[in-house]
């Protein structure tokens, strides 16, 4: 095999080890996370039914709530529509419950319409001052021909996929801001969508080299004038010192020139942004790679409901790790 030959007499760098200094309690939370009481909660029981309308048309019998609660204790436990109907409908029973369960063409049809009942449902909204965020997209898989049928057939597949563009707060972990677009999207056309999400101030926001640009620079300070932007310019950047929203630009390429990009990138804190990479792993692991919706704004509820998941688990219980020492002959 190539570059095998010298190995032993390369220089070798040791795996990064990680200690979990609070597992009993993120233990605890891992199980909390199958509980059906995290899911439904009586808030949900109680506001179950939908309020009569006043305007002329049918009344609905469920509320946004109760389709929320369905969908999203479907998408927990990794079930279809007519699956999670007999799930939540077998629950209700078993909690002596008369209420209706709404069926698969129900849940079908109101993802559609469904409106997120509190903006900030499941933040956990730690202690108050200026966030770290890191933002970033990743691609999920819609319903579509696969990739064996092009192989096949010789013809091209009708395969597409979804962006879904996550603004993460890097103290805590939780997803503060998220959207879905299509494929055909620019990373950096959803920055300001995600920042209108944002409540709090910004101290710095840390991104990869997609969202380089001017327009980056101009909606982040808009938002937050005292904030820190931390994205790698082009390797064909020049400094522009006449654009005032680009000066902190001007610094990266200088400091760049002048030290290299590790070092730029050691002294900016732009490691962190493996963070986000981390969430979107765990979007994928927990909720899957792909949507299940055939239409858009079905896609767009299911991606909500995801998030919320996600914050609802890391709210349970989350890992407090330690870097271990590094053993004496780990590197030579």
Avoid at 82 to 101: F, P, T, W
Avoid at 135 to 143: F, P, Q, R
Avoid at 172 to 194: F, K, M, N, V, Y
Avoid at 224 to 240: D, F, L, Q, T
């Amino acid at each position: 095999m190539p570059h095998k030959h010298n190995a032993a007499r390369r220089h070798h760098i040791g795996k990064m080890k990680f200690r979990v200094t609070n597992w009993a309690e993120y233990e605890a939370g891992l199980r909390r996370r199958g509980s059906l009481t995290l899911w439904i909660t009586p808030q949900a029981l109680a506001g179950w039914t939908a309020p009569r309308r006043k305007t002329r048309g049918g009344q609905p019998l469920y509320s946004d709530l109760a389709i929320e609660a369905t969908l999203m204790l479907g998408m927990v436990f990794g079930l279809r529509l007519r699956q999670s109907e007999g799930l939540v409908s077998s629950v209700l029973d078993m909690m002596g419950l008369d209420l209706a369960v709404p069926d698969h063409s129900t849940l079908s049809r109101r993802a559609r319409t469904w409106k997120l009942s509190a903006r900030s449902n499941d933040r956990q909204h730690v202690a108050g001052g200026p966030i770290h965020v890191l933002v970033d997209s990743t691609g999920l898989k819609i319903y579509g021909a696969g990739q064996r049928l092009e192989e096949k057939h010789s013809v091209k597949s009708r395969r597409g996929w979804r962006k879904l563009h996550l603004a993460v707060d890097a103290d805590s972990g939780e997803i503060i801001a998220h959207s879905l677009t299509d494929q055909d999207t620019g990373d950096a056309s959803q920055l300001e969508p995600l920042l209108d999400q944002i409540d709090d101030e910004i101290d710095q926001l840390t991104a990869d080299g997609a969202y380089d640009g001017t327009p980056t620079y101009e909606a982040v300070l808009r938002h937050s004038p005292g904030a820190k932007i931390v994205i790698p310019p082009r390797s064909n950047a020049v400094e522009r010192p006449c654009a005032q929203a680009s000066c902190q630009r001007d610094d990266h390429i200088a400091a760049m020139q002048a030290d290299g990009r590790l070092k730029w990138q050691a002294s900016t804190g732009y490691g962190k942004r493996a963070l986000v990479e981390t969430a979107m792993g765990r979007y994928k692991g927990v909720i899957g790679p792909r949507l299940r919706a055939r239409s858009f704004r079905a896609q767009q509820t299911e991606a909500v409901i995801g998030v919320a998941i996600l914050n609802r688990m890391l709210a349970c219980g989350r890992p407090k790790s330690v870097r271990c020492q590094a053993s004496t002959g780990a590197a030579k």
